[in-house]
């Protein structure tokens, strides 16, 4: 995903969600879905439990993948994240392993059946599985899933993510402001035309804004420039994707 097409070679990067370091539990937000991140935190961390299966649902940018993946890097030994969205291959065959598989209602068929297989020989293998998804379970029936694998999935553990309020993704973007040295305290309102500018024009989930106020910060630091809302404007304007 390229954010800018400026001839100048010093904006000519690229955004990589898939190598970023982006994902990092310390900076999470819990508040609002304090029990949601609990039970989560619970099942990632206890090895005996009796529930196999974690379903998390909620709309887009409510920060199902930053949980996802932040809590697959904690457990980064036997784990695998995957993006069923991108991903089109089978499950690799492991045992007493931790998959987090992302965007769920995008399984093709092959992968439901493969899924199923792994949910009824979970016994066996001692795998355990994180799904997001953007529908409630119930709703993964119209997205074409077998009742025998819906019923498998409600088995399990099934939370709900609510989207952060404004206010608080304002509140994480300026002590990211804060900590990249543009603003002295975090709780200074310099840059909140810039934050209120970002929320509204650019993809809302905290983790992709956080990353492109680094890869800003990259640029500016590049070209020895300070950055404001007009040249952010005309940067995103001119030259962006999005």
Not at 50 to 63: A, H, I, N
Not at 138 to 151: A, G, K, N, P, W
Not at 188 to 197: E, K, M, Q
Request: with cysteine.
């Amino acid at each position: 995903m390229q954010l800018f097409k400026s001839k100048d070679k010093l904006l000519q990067f690229t955004l990589n969600l898939e190598t970023s370091k982006k994902f990092s539990l310390k900076q999470g937000i819990t508040k609002t879905n304090e029990n949601t991140l609990e039970a989560l935190k619970r099942f990632n961390m206890l090895k005996k439990q009796s529930s196999k299966t974690f379903y998390l649902w909620g709309r887009k940018g409510s920060g199902k993948t930053f949980w996802l993946r932040s809590w697959q890097a904690t457990n980064d030994t036997n784990s695998k994240y995957i993006d069923i969205e991108k991903y089109k291959h089978s499950l690799p065959k492991k045992n007493n392993y931790f998959f987090y598989l992302d965007n769920i209602e995008a399984a093709d068929e092959k992968l439901k059946n493969r899924l199923f297989e792994e949910l009824i020989g979970q016994h066996m293998t001692n795998n355990r599985f994180v799904f997001t998804s953007k529908v409630s379970i119930t709703d993964l029936q119209d997205f074409c899933f077998r009742e025998d694998l819906v019923s498998r999935l409600k088995q399990g553990l099934v939370y709900k993510l609510e989207e952060l309020p404004d206010e608080e993704k304002k509140n994480a973007l300026r002590v990211h402001i804060h900590n990249l040295g543009w603003i002295e305290c975090a709780s200074s309102s310099a840059y909140d035309s810039l934050i209120n500018y970002m929320l509204t024009h650019l993809p809302r989930e905290l983790g992709t804004l956080r990353l492109i106020l680094d890869k800003l910060n990259e640029v500016a630091v590049k070209q020895k420039k300070t950055i404001n809302l007009r040249s952010i404007k005309e940067f995103l304007e001119e030259n962006g994707t999005y």
